[in-house]
């Protein structure tokens, strides 16, 4: 389930709010002592974030399928997506923040409202090395400043009554705080006859100094037209 980006968070007593982690979104299942890690396109990672994967183990369920972000902090405790990025060199701990709960031990939540999902969630938790993504309470003025404040990404507003849908929904909205910054595409991964993600950068002191990877925001019309552009400035 995808949330739509918006300009407005919607207000009211029917909605939650909750952090946007900046990070990468992951599925984690457990079954007894077995656990898996999957990305939004049902990519395994289960062997790239193995602290992850012994977090989700200490769950106290059977069998459990978590919606989740994986984050990795730096020194003053905030996400860092560059970080996540250079996990090999990153500044701070790989943690897992979930935020909602699609089975456990063998039974269909998706049809709950997210509101019972998440209480069930924050039971199985408890003790656990998962971290629980709490909703923020109070007025939403008061918690997008605090937000910005902070320098976090932005803000997420989740329907209540929500089911678990695949797709983007009217139950979910994001609204994006963080400053953005432009970025010069360096090269690129290649994958079969497309790419897997661009490698961008940013200009520091007149050398080009690498920032990170890029897989979300493609289609298969702009991933082309991209790709096509790409091959004419290869050297």
Same mark, same amino acid.
């Given at each position: ?13 029917? @909605?939650?709010?909750?952090?946007? @982690? ?7 299942? #457990?079954?007894?002592?077995? +656990?898996?890690?999957?990305?939004? #396109? ?16 200490? +769950? ?107 797709? #983007? ?28 993600? +661009? ?5 520091? #002191? ?30």
């Amino acid at each position: 389930m995808s949330a739509k980006a918006v300009d407005k968070l919607p207000e009211g007593n029917q @909605w939650a709010y909750e952090i946007k @982690w900046d990070g990468y979104r992951l599925e984690a299942i #457990k079954l007894l002592e077995q +656990v898996q890690l999957f990305s939004r #396109k049902a990519k395994d990672l289960t062997t790239d974030f193995p602290e992850v994967r012994r977090s989700v183990a200490t +769950v106290k369920a059977t069998s459990a399928t978590i919606d989740g972000e994986i984050v990795v902090l730096d020194e003053q405790g905030r996400p860092s997506f560059q970080g996540l990025q250079r996990r090999s060199r990153r500044a701070g701990p790989i943690v897992y923040y979930a935020f909602d709960l699609l089975h456990l031990d063998g039974v269909d939540l998706t049809g709950l409202p997210l509101s019972k999902r998440k209480e069930k969630l924050k039971a199985i938790l408890q003790g656990s090395k998962v971290l629980y993504s709490e909703n923020i309470p109070g007025d939403l003025e008061v918690i997008i400043e605090h937000v910005r404040q902070l320098e976090l990404e932005g803000i997420a507003a989740k329907r209540q009554d929500s089911r678990y849908l695949p797709g #983007k929904s009217d139950g979910w909205f994001k609204l994006q705080l963080k400053k953005q910054q432009e970025f010069v595409i360096g090269g690129y991964r290649p994958e079969g006859r497309t790419f897997d993600c +661009v490698v961008v950068g940013v200009y520091e #002191k007149g050398q080009l100094k690498f920032s990170g990877k890029v897989r979300a925001g493609f289609n298969r019309f702009n991933r082309a037209k991209l790709l096509q552009l790409m091959r004419c400035f290869e050297t």
